[in-house]
């Protein structure tokens, strides 16, 4: 019980928040193609953070790694006509006249820069509009998580800022992106997780809730490829790009925890514990007097079996 109440907290009613995601990009230092060691045998492009960010989702965007360019010439007619005006067939409507691929280079050194906030609207609105149960990124201390470890600590007042690499080590991807990963492209999911009722162990923290936090967790979405293709016109109607683009695919998820204290909540569990240990009492009287090989030795111990004329009766039952 006390477990249950002191560490797991049951006397907390609890909210699931709802919130808002953003993704961004940005790059504090110089690209250069000397410092990626991934083109030395292939082609690589110096692109910045508006050609590599693609918006995919109000939570989501790609990060792109990887791009095929082809340059086409529109094969047949472009003008519309009627049916009974000579239109010949055509096979295909434009056709390949030029074709290149590359990566983009240093990528990992690239920023991506998360803008989240919260709200557990039910708890908000029950408690006249209190902050601590609405809070923005910068009102909250966070954690970005990796397999039993912590990547980075993120401070209060600050908008969250991760390296590419920071993202991917998080993910468990400790030695970037193969070759594949970045021509084919990769599926990350994150997971942003808020709550106010975990305890370190501290004693301030046994009873009641904490200051809302967050922490985040990434996690690599297996066989699963992305990519995003763009056409962008040339000068003439009959001439145009063809981008496809493929690489990181992050998507935000964003869930928790948030608890108050309620009495409530309380009473029921109190209720509920008595109760199942009622229950497990009966379950272990049971066991001992009819199932377990010494039954008779429990049973005797339980009972005391006395004769009816040696059981003393009452007073006024005597003369009867």
């Not at 928040?17 to 000397?34: A, E, K, Y």
């Not at 492209?185 to 162990?201: E, F, I, K, P, T």
């Not at 200051?211 to 109607?237: D, G, L, M």
Request: hydrophobic share 35%; proline share 4%; charged share 25%.
């Amino acid at each position: 019980i006390n477990a249950e109440y002191m560490g797991y907290k049951g006397y907390l009613e609890y909210e699931t928040p709802r919130g808002v995601l953003q993704f961004d990009l940005t790059h504090q230092h110089s690209l250069s193609l000397q410092t990626t060691t991934y083109c030395e045998k292939e082609l690589c492009a110096i692109r910045d953070e508006k050609e590599v960010l693609v918006e995919t989702g109000p939570d989501s965007v790609m990060i792109t790694t990887y791009v095929e360019e082809f340059e086409e010439e529109r094969v047949c007619d472009y003008q519309p006509r009627h049916r009974s005006e000579s239109n010949p067939e055509c096979p295909e409507v434009w056709k390949v006249v030029g074709h290149t691929k590359y990566y983009i280079a240093d990528l990992e050194d690239f920023e991506i820069e998360v803008d989240h906030s919260m709200k557990a609207h039910r708890f908000y609105e029950a408690s006249h509009f209190s902050p601590d149960y609405a809070k923005g990124v910068k009102d909250m201390p966070g954690v970005l998580l990796g397999n039993h470890t912590v990547v980075k600590k993120l401070n209060i007042g600050e908008t969250d800022k991760f390296f590419i690499k920071e993202l991917l080590l998080a993910a468990g991807l400790h030695d970037g992106l193969s070759e594949e990963q970045r021509q084919q492209g990769v599926h990350l999911q994150v997971d942003l997780h808020y709550g106010n009722a975990r305890c370190d162990g501290s004693m301030y923290c046994w009873f009641g809730t904490i200051p809302a936090e967050y922490r985040y967790r990434v996690y690599e979405v297996p066989h699963a490829f992305f990519k995003v293709v763009e056409i962008e016109p040339r000068s003439s109607i009959t001439h145009r790009w063809v981008k496809i683009k493929r690489g990181i695919h992050i998507q935000g998820v964003q869930g928790g925890r948030i608890g108050k204290v309620s009495m409530g909540v309380l009473m029921t569990q109190l209720a509920t514990a008595v109760g199942m240990l009622g229950l497990v009492n009966i379950l272990v009287d049971n066991l001992m007097c009819y199932v377990l090989p010494r039954k008779e030795v429990y049973t005797d111990w339980k009972y005391v079996v006395r004769k009816v004329d040696e059981v003393p009766l009452p007073d006024n039952k005597k003369d009867n």
